[in-house]
Every structure is written in C-alpha cells, then in structure tokens.
C-alpha cells in the first residue's frame, strides 16, 4: 500500500527550524525520490514573533498556528521539535510520542536528560525517536552508534564538541591573548553568547556526552553524572608551557569503559600537538571513538549552525519516512542494562601538568617533591620558568606520571599551604 | 511473527571470512540482542586448504563444504561474500541475489565494477546488498552517505583511501627515504604485497572511488571512468620542496561535481600542511566530504585488517538482520541517474608544481616563462634549488596558478624539448 505523502509537523521556527523548513521546501523532489512519495510540511508550531520573519512570509500562512493543541490536531506523521530547552520541548515530545507520531529533535537538552524515557514511551508505542541533530550538527554520530559500531564493545569516546570553547582556546593558543579577551571576540563574532556559561563551564558538552555515552555503554549516563570543569581558569601561559612541552590545550569530553565502571568527564585536558584532536581547530567539532574490532575512528565537521543541523534533522526526518513507506516496524534504542557504574571523580588515575609560583631558593623542590611523594605522586619532569627577580619568586610546571585525583587534590591542598609556595596557579589534566 | 533466528551463510574464511567468523561466535549474544533473535551461521563455502587452519579446528565441521551447491542448498537468509575479486564473487553474489537472498559483501573490486548492476538486481529481488566493508574497513561511509548526508547535494569527496601508499609517503616524508626502499618497508611490515601494483598505482584506490563517487552523484562511475596515477616516480627531493613550500604530499582520491559534470581522479597531490588529510598518517584511511548543507565532514579510521573490516560487514549483516526482524522491504539503493558526464582529465583545472633541471646560466627562466605564457599558464611562485657546480646545471622548482591540464601537459613536453632544460623531473598538481 503506497503512502500519497508523509505529514511532517514542524515545532519552532528558529534557527534550527528555520532551516529544517528551508530544507524541506527547497529539496522536495530530491527528498520525495529517497523516501519514495512526498514529505509534506502539514502544520508549524511558531510564536506570534516569528510571523514577522522573511521565511515566515514567503511561505503559507495556512502552515502556521501559535496554539499547540491546533497543532497536534493536525494530521501529521512526524513531529519534528525545534524549540531546544527543557520545558515546553518535553512535553511536546511526550505528547506526540503519546499520540502514535514518529519524532525527530534536535534537543540536546531533553535527550541528555529525558532519553532513556523518551525511548522507552517511543518503544511501547511503536514510534521512532530521531535525534540525530542533538549532538555534533550535522556530523554522523547517533546512527553510527546505532548501525556501523554494533558489533564493536566501545572502549572510549573523546570529544570536542563545543564549538565555542574551541574557538577560545584556539585564539588564546595562537595569539596568546587571555581568556577573556578570546571569550569577547566570540561573542563578537557570534560564536558566544551574551550570557556564555553553559558553552565555557562544559554543561553543553556534558549534555552531548551525557547522550553518547548512554547510546555507546548502553546505560543511563544523566548529565549530572558528569564530572564537569570549564575553561575560564586557563592562563595564556599555560598554551605557552603546553606547547613547549609538546602539547595542545583541548576542552574534552570523555567517556572510558574502565573494568566494571565507566568514567565520564568534562574538562580542559593537555594532548599531543601531534594528536588529530590538537589539530581539530576553530569552532569545528571532531569525536573519535575506540571500539574494540573498529580500532579508532574520527568524526569531523561543523558542530552547529542552521544548515548542518538541517541536515541531521533532515535525515532522520528521512529515515523515519523510509520505515513509515517500508512497513517497517520502530527500530528500537538502547535500552538501558543494569549494573553499570559512574566511576567517582575521586578515582580516576590520570596525568597532571601543575603551575605553581614559588619562591626562588634553594630547598623549595625538595619541598614539594616530599608532598608529592608522600601522596604517591612521581614526578616525570619539572621546568623552571619565569623567574621574578624582584619578588624573588619562579614560575615552576611539574609533569606527573599517572597519579590518583583524589590524592593529587590533597597534594595540591598541602602544596598551597607551603611557605614556599606562593600559589599554585593551575592544574591541567593529560591525556596521553 | 516472531523468527526464531536468522541464518547467515559465509563464502570465504579467509582474512575477512576468518574475522567475521569469530565475531559472530564471540558476539553471539550482543548480536542477537541487537537483533531481536539470534543470527545463526549455517554453512561456510571454504577451499580445501582453509580446513587445516587454526580457526577452522576450532568450529564445528559440519559448517563447512567445498561445495557451492551445497552451499546455496544451506538454509540461509544472508550471504556474506568474502572471498574477494572479480570471480568467482560475482556470480557467487548474482546467484545469492537471484535465489532471494540478501548479501554482504567486502569485495570492492566486484562493486566498482557491477554495483550497479547488482544494486538493480538486488531491487528487482527486494532484498538488500550491503557493502559498507568494500570502502575504508571499519569506518562508517557507505551508510552515512545512504542515510545521514541524504539532505545534502554532494560537492566533492577527497580520500586518502589507500593504506599502503600512504604508509609509503609518510615514511618518504619522515625519513627522506626514496620510493623503492619505503616500499621494501611496506613490505616488510605486510602493509604492501610482493605484487604491490595495485596499491602503488592508485587501482585499488580506483575502486573504492568509483564505489563513493557512484553513491554520492548517485551515478554509475566505473573504475575506467577514473584517471589514475600512481606515486611511484615521487623523489625524495620532491618531499623535501613540498615542505618547504608549506606542503604535504598525498595520493587523493578525488571525485567533484563541477556544472554538469563530475572529475574523478586518483593522484598524488601536494596539499597544505597544516590541511586534516595533510595529517593523516602511516596506514590510517581518511574521507572528506563536503556537501551543501553539512560543509565539510570528514571519517577517518584504519581503512584495512580483519577486525575493522569484520566490524563493518557484521554491521551490514545485523542491518538486514534488523529489516528481516521487524517486516520492512527492501529500501532502495541508489539508482544511476541518466545525464551526468564525467569530465576529461584533459579539461580540468588545477595548479602545478613542477620541478625541472636546466642549466645553470642566466635567461632560462626567459625562455621557460614564455612557453608557459604561450600555454596561458601563470607562475605563482619559482625558486631555484640545489646547483650542480661540475655539471652546470640547476634545479628549479616552479608552482603554477591554476591551469588548465590539456594546456600543462603540451607546455611539460616543449618545456622537455628546450635546449637549457636538461630534463623535466617531475610534476604534481596542487589541491589548495
């Protein structure tokens, strides 16, 4: 039985929403050949302030309603949701998975929150949830999960995925200019926002971890299962010393199968100049995965922005249509399997690069290396740096060998309480 | 209708076949789980002299037979070819299709060459081919230009997707070895074979081209339709210039839409360092692929051995297994569309380096300018190299704005018949 067309809802008409609409419009025919009969835009749900936008004025004004129970009353086959947040997009989601409709979203929010749920309710009603979109715009991510790695046991996951902060870091790194200048010239070009603090603390990027790392380990990782740190307390200096010992400064998010355990975390890291993740610069995003027959693979392209997010809400858009045409019964998600564990932030064993300013005599190294020492730290190398004649003080940076976070925090504490020590001024995670 | 499981049958135990082999045995569970029943494998098509390996004494024997009949006589849902080559895979795969079954297959040379024509009998039949493991290893390319770029109109594809040569020009690069002692390394390592023709001039890269380009421009390009040039009379020095120029060199495999027609080449190019594929080194694969909407993304991952490969055709295999599983028909692969043309290697534009030894007096250049004036080709850049005192000779080493190739190769061969130019050593075209 051919389907004539396949009723697409829009919710939102923003950025993402926007272009999703563009898309569907512009490329009707080809879309139409692969899913085999028309998509149809049936209904957008928009604000009464959208109604004065160019793209709302060169399309029927039929399309548009601001009142969501006309929307839902709409014969829709799939309801795409545009709105990103929490509230009112879940309730949306909820709503129309309830009412037997196929979703796509683009909400990294919801689904690093509400995912497993949202699976779930799609799965007893026998409806496809995409969200492609939710992380890394338009790169493959989600279906590669879903379909290319299954046969893989993922033993890793690490990840630029915000496009914000990597611009920063990439600025501070080549033009050594401070945090917050890098921070003002963002904003300037549009790549931070007014208000900055989800993209620099890393709560975007724990979001998108937050839904990889449950697709990847098959678990229900929460965003506040994450350990999260951001990038404001990094000093130009620290790209100067990192490069010098042959590293970049990176804000990754991590996601490790460690025994029984697995580790997740967001943080500034140290990596080889070498490494492909030093060379992902500007405010692209790249994701390399380690599976274990797959070996590593790495996937790069543009984080954000209206038409590569298009493109990932378009395909799945695409995808549910083709099932729809196909008879095929809903592919299922993950399901979450228990027993798995969020493994402390206390216990992850790592590296450290350490900056401290310490007074400049004899005597102080030992001093330290006692401290370190006596917390099972070895030291794998230490540079003297800029000295203060006047202050009588040095800069000095310490390279760990994997030590433990919990007690490399104690040894920092100590550290600060020396006389000798005048501050420690940083410390930065490695990842070899 | 629930299955109570699905049967696979396996041509081929070799490199491939051996690795898919242990991970349907190892992963039963996990694969069956996926799946929503278990995959079953039932028969294994094997040559004699596969019964005495370790592998083969591990399973039970009753899976095996020398037989094709006896195969196809085996109660199988999918028919995995890994047997590799023109023939017998073929008509192995052509039966399979025609008795109604869906297939997998690793064998890039069958699908450069009959994709086509076996994505058509494949439909005629409504049953699926996979061939995700025929590009890359493990890397996800087949599906995500079927499924996750379908929004997008493809603007060009650059690969390095022959792990060999690659290896080879990284290590030329690293160590200024020349072409035949790196290749004697490959070797060595395993990475090239005894006959390594096929790497080495761009063939096998040819094929996997021909593979991408086909899919992406949803046209039928056939591994005849690609121009092909391999890296074997690449010097040292040329590596040593292109660094200095702020260059690395790399075999691409190129394929771009261009007005109403598409290149498709195979050569060695000299690409900016401080470019994504410029990075990818040793015998790591790397695809990227610019597309209208996305922009630039780009896979990278091993592109050869067991594990990933197995990783790629055991997804292909748990893909159909799936559609099986839950009803769906067969979707669609892509259907050569009539009026592409694929452009004359002759026709297109590109800069130039190209190194010459002349001799070393004074008006040379005079005369080597007005040859390429002649050719309406302009110099960007000339630099004179090392100077050979005794034989008074010089080499230079000039780059080029983009020009035409028909127009380059008829400047080359009167630049070759100068009296000042001793010999014409080398030319690269430029991918900026």
């Known amino acids: 039985m051919k389907k004539q067309s396949i009723g697409v809802g829009l919710i939102g008409l923003g950025v993402v929403g926007g272009g999703v609409a563009r898309v569907l419009k ?17 209904k957008i749900k928009v604000l009464a302030s959208d109604l004065s936008r160019p793209l709302a004025k060169e399309m029927d004004s ?46 990294k929010e919801v689904i690093a929150k509400h995912g497993a749920e949202l699976l779930a309710l799609a799965g007893q009603k026998g409806v ?14 989600i279906a590669p999960f879903r379909r290319d790695l299954v046969a893989n046991e993922i033993r890793g996951i690490y990840a630029i995925i915000n496009g914000t902060t990597n611009y920063i870091l990439t600025k501070m790194a080549r033009e050594g200019v401070d945090f917050s200048s890098a921070l003002k010239q963002a904003q300037k070009l549009g790549y931070a926002e007014v208000n900055p603090e989800n993209d620099i603390e890393g709560i975007d990027a724990a979001y998108k971890l937050a839904i990889l790392a449950s697709l990847a380990f098959q678990t229900q990782v929460r965003p506040d299962d994450i350990y999260c740190e951001g990038i404001s307390r990094l000093g130009s200096c620290d790209f100067r010393y990192a490069k010098e010992l042959g590293f970049a400064i990176r804000l990754l998010a991590i996601a490790k199968r460690s025994n029984n355990s697995i580790e997740v975390r967001v943080h500034p890291v140290l990596i080889p100049q070498d490494s492909l993740l030093a060379n992902v610069d500007g405010v692209y995003n790249a994701v390399l995965v380690e599976g274990d027959l797959v070996g ?16 990932a809400v378009v395909a799945d858009i695409v995808s549910v249509a083709q099932r729809i045409v196909l008879g095929a019964g809903s592919k299922a998600g993950w399901r979450p399997k228990p027993g798995k564990n969020i493994k402390p932030m206390s216990d992850i ?3 450290y690069y350490i900056r401290m300013n310490v007074a400049d005599r004899s ?11 006596d917390h099972k730290i070895s030291i794998a190398s230490v540079i003297q740096k800029e000295t203060d004649n006047m ?11 994997l030590a433990k976070e919990k007690a490399t925090q104690l040894a920092l504490d100590e550290l600060a309480k020396l006389a000798v020590v005048k501050e420690v001024s940083n410390f930065i995670r490695v990842e070899a």
Do not use: W
Request: a negative charge.
């Open 26 to 42: 512009n490329k009707a025919n080809i879309l139409a050949e692969q899913v085999g009969c028309p998509l149809a835009l049936r």
């Open 62 to 107: 039929n399309l548009f309603t601001t009142d969501i129970d006309d929307f839902f009353a709409s014969p829709v086959d799939i309801v795409v949701e545009a709105i990103g947040g929490e509230n009112p997009a879940l309730e949306y989601l909820k709503r129309a998975i309830s009412n037997g409709k196929h979703v796509v979203t683009s909400n």
């Open 128 to 141: 496809e949830l995409g969200y492609e979109a939710s992380v890394g715009g338009g790169i493959p991510l």
């Open 296 to 311: 590593k693979v790495l996937f790069f392209g543009e984080g954000a922005g209206a038409q590569p997010t298009s493109s």
């Open 349 to 351: 064993e790592i590296r």
């Open 363 to 373: 005597g102080v190294l030992a001093q330290i290396s006692k401290i370190l020492g």
């Open 391 to 401: 202050a009588q003080t040095a800069e000095i940076v310490i390279m760990t060998h």
